[in-house]
């Protein structure tokens, strides 16, 4: 037998199936587990640990995450710190560098990873908001110096363990971070989703379930809560990456530094105080939740007169989806319907004017703590006296907030 007839099978067997000998099935079982490594790598380390410092990862941990991304990304860990950063501070303005509010979604959906790369090239961005981010011997010689370096040997060993689908198993790697991570939630999670929170940008959440993205999908809860660690707030809420990092925690692994702040009830107080107020101003964003929660209730019975009369259907959908928001958030071609059905009820009308000078409270720059307590005084009565019951229910219950 020449050398040929012996070597071929070997040849075709480790074309076929690499060194695990993996079915297809098992390579793509795999596949899937490598890419939800690399998920959670991103959002543990890279966010909630390097750009936001929500977290405290052990340090074999930290370097442990660091080394996969290296291999399956190539992405350096302080330019994507200083780009969300930046993308934080600039959101939905001139200088965010992947806003689908500036971009337009197709572009941030499709090509969000060359607006990665182009802002990475930022030298003042890097500069600015980089800082805090490893600076050692390996991250300087390796990481930093030969990102490539990683991908390509990232390649070889899943050729060397898949065999041919191992050149799929790498392509699948190396576009899993730029669609979900770059595409779906940069871009989906400010253009379309549920908003818990009115929070200043247009951030969403994509999903009720952060599972495939590691959490990122509830994307609206963490721009409202930049430094909390968690990103779920509701009950039916699931924060795959929270789960982690409560494992993690379990064996002194990782620590949360910060959670989404909780709503604490007493019973109401005769009026509302110093206390009161800087409860509310901790809560605020919880606080509009649940004003937005009694306006909706309490146009509900507007709106089914409407419907009753045959009003413009038109009104009611405006109404449901854009009377509780802020008016900056409110299209200009839905304002003229919103200010109609102000007009024809009364209620909502005084709902809505009260809502935003309750929102004032906390934009307020020149008022003392003492005169912000005397407007929320002031607000309370207001309420309790405009016959509305459910701004009544709301101001007795706001009275009830404690720090």
């Known amino acids: 037998m020449s050398l040929l007839d012996s070597g071929l099978p070997a040849l075709l067997d480790f074309l076929s199936h690499g060194l695990s000998g993996f079915s297809a099935w098992q390579v793509l079982l795999t596949t899937l587990v490598l890419t939800h490594v690399t998920i959670v790598s991103v959002t543990l380390y890279l966010h909630r640990c390097q750009a936001h410092r929500a977290l405290e990862l052990h340090p074999a941990v930290a370097h442990g995450f660091r080394f996969w991304l290296w291999l399956t990304t190539g992405m350096v860990t302080r330019q994507w710190a200083a780009i969300h950063r930046k993308h934080h501070a600039r959101c939905e303005q001139d200088g965010d560098p992947h806003s689908p509010q500036v971009f337009g979604i197709r572009k941030v959906f499709w090509q969000g990873a060359e607006l990665y790369r182009a802002e990475a090239r930022n030298a003042e961005t890097l500069q600015r908001y980089g800082h805090g981010t490893p600076d050692d011997w390996i991250e300087r010689h390796l990481y930093s110096?030969?990102?490539?370096?990683?991908?390509?040997?990232?390649?070889?060993?899943?050729?060397?363990?898949?065999?041919?689908?191992?050149?799929?198993?790498?392509?699948?790697?190396?576009?899993?971070?730029?669609?979900?991570?770059?595409?779906?939630?940069?871009?989906?999670?400010?253009?379309?989703?549920?908003?818990?929170?009115?929070?200043?940008?247009?951030?969403?959440?994509?999903?009720?379930?952060?599972?495939?993205?590691?959490?990122?999908?509830?994307?609206?809860?963490?721009?409202?809560?930049?430094?909390?660690?968690?990103?779920?707030?509701?009950?039916?809420?699931?924060?795959?990456?929270?789960?982690?990092?409560?494992?993690?925690?379990?064996?002194?692994?990782?620590?949360?530094?910060?959670?989404?702040?909780?709503?604490?009830?007493?019973?109401?107080?005769?009026?509302?105080?110093?206390?009161?107020?800087?409860?509310?101003?901790?809560?605020?964003?919880?606080?509009?939740?649940?004003?937005?929660?009694?306006?909706?209730?309490?146009?509900?019975?507007?709106?089914?007169?409407?419907?009753?009369?045959?009003?413009?259907?038109?009104?009611?959908?405006?109404?449901?989806?854009?009377?509780?928001?802020?008016?900056?958030?409110?299209?200009?071609?839905?304002?003229?319907?919103?200010?109609?059905?102000?007009?024809?009820?009364?209620?909502?009308?005084?709902?809505?004017?009260?809502?935003?000078?309750?929102?004032?409270?906390?934009?307020?720059?020149?008022?003392?703590r003492e005169q912000l307590a005397q407007e929320l005084q002031a607000w309370c009565r207001r309420a309790e006296d405009s016959g509305i019951a459910a701004l009544r229910d709301f101001s007795v219950r706001l009275r009830a907030v404690r720090a």
């Not at 908003?195 to 990122?216: H, K, M, Y």
Request: glycine share 8%; charged share 20%.
């Open 145 to 368: 110096r030969h990102p490539v370096l990683g991908v390509a040997l990232m390649l070889l060993i899943d050729i060397a363990l898949f065999g041919a689908l191992g050149l799929t198993v790498w392509a699948v790697q190396m576009v899993w971070i730029p669609f979900w991570a770059a595409g779906v939630i940069n871009g989906i999670g400010h253009w379309w989703g549920y908003r818990n929170f009115e929070a200043s940008d247009a951030s969403t959440n994509v999903f009720p379930w952060g599972i495939i993205v590691g959490g990122e999908e509830l994307h609206n809860n963490h721009h409202t809560y930049a430094t909390s660690a968690k990103f779920s707030v509701k009950r039916y809420e699931f924060d795959i990456g929270w789960m982690y990092i409560c494992i993690l925690a379990r064996f002194g692994l990782a620590r949360a530094k910060k959670t989404p702040p909780r709503l604490a009830f007493g019973a109401p107080k005769p009026v509302a105080d110093e206390g009161t107020l800087e409860a509310v101003i901790a809560n605020r964003y919880e606080v509009m939740a649940r004003y937005a929660r009694q306006m909706r209730l309490a146009a509900e019975a507007e709106l089914a007169a409407l419907r009753a009369g045959r009003g413009d259907a038109s009104l009611v959908r405006a109404a449901r989806r854009w009377l509780h928001r802020d008016d900056d958030k409110v299209p200009a071609r839905v304002r003229p319907q919103l200010e109609q059905l102000r007009a024809q009820s009364p209620t909502l009308a005084k709902m809505h004017a009260m809502r935003e000078e309750l929102r004032q409270l906390w934009a307020s720059r020149s008022h003392s």
